[in-house]
């Protein structure tokens, strides 16, 4: 072998170390419960631009594809009347194994005249917050660093725990700014909390969050009338 050989050889183990993969390609492997080694950040996901929950939700698919255990709980979910009495998301985690989910928050949009009852959504908020002071106890009595069980209650413990549309029950006064920061601050050193919602920048959070994402609008089909999809936004 020349030199030449040599260090062409060399050039291609230094590149393919700075491959994704060192090169090769991925394949679906099995499930098996495991332990994630660098969770513990903080997100936040907001914008007037389609896809926060979308986004978190397909992180969660994310961390579950690694046996990593994930709950979201929902503060608020609703939308306009062709919006039907089924989300194809809940489906969707209901058969993956690790990924739970609950809605807490009034099933309907605050201020938005959807049908769902405006004196109750302050209460329904109130206690989504409870519940989400609840899920942290729970993360922080357990062992984070260990597998966790993909069948287990989420009082057993979670590796990520996606707070969907809090931020929005914030910036419609149904809980304090205040509320949000105690349940940062309340994070267990190893869970990945992540929070979504809200069309105004949460100024209030920002220093607090290592990843802070806006998600923009350009164009958006509602604004010709088109109504929400089967599918796509539910």
């Known amino acids: 072998m020349t030199d030449d050989d040599t260090e062409t050889s060399t050039d291609r183990v230094e590149a393919l170390e700075n491959t994704p993969g060192r090169g090769q390609t991925p394949h679906a492997q099995p499930i098996e419960p495991s332990a994630p080694e660098e969770f513990g950040l903080v997100q936040i996901w907001w914008g007037d631009g389609k896809g926060k929950t979308t986004a978190t939700m397909g992180m969660g698919l994310r961390a579950v594809g690694h046996g990593y255990r994930v709950h979201m709980l929902q503060f608020m979910k609703g939308g306009a ?11 969707a985690i209901a ?11 009034h099933y309907g949009w605050h201020g938005m005249a959807d049908g769902s009852d405006e004196a109750d959504h302050a209460a329904q ?18 062992d984070l ?30 809980i304090a700014p205040a509320d949000v920061l ?14 979504s919602g809200s069309h ?20 958006h089909p509602i604004d010709d009338g088109q109504r929400a999809r089967m599918g796509t936004e539910f």
């Not at 105690?182 to 929070?195: F, G, Q, R, T």
């Open 145 to 174: 660093e260990a597998p966790l069980s993909p069948d287990g209650d989420p009082e057993d413990g979670v590796h990520m725990l996606i707070l969907d549309e809090i931020l929005y029950a914030a910036d419609r006064e149904l």
């Open 81 to 91: 009347s062709s919006v039907d009495a089924v989300r194809g998301e809940y489906n």
């Open 200 to 219: 105004e920048r949460p100024d209030y959070l920002l220093e607090r969050a290592d990843l802070v994402t806006r998600v923009e609008k350009e164009r």
């Open 125 to 142: 908020a109130q206690a989504g917050l409870e519940r989400a002071h609840e899920l942290l106890e729970a993360a922080t009595a357990a």
């Open 182 to 195: 105690e349940l940062v601050d309340a994070k267990p050193p190893n869970l990945e909390l992540v929070l």
């Open 95 to 105: 058969a993956l194994p690790g990924y739970s989910y609950e809605n807490l928050g």
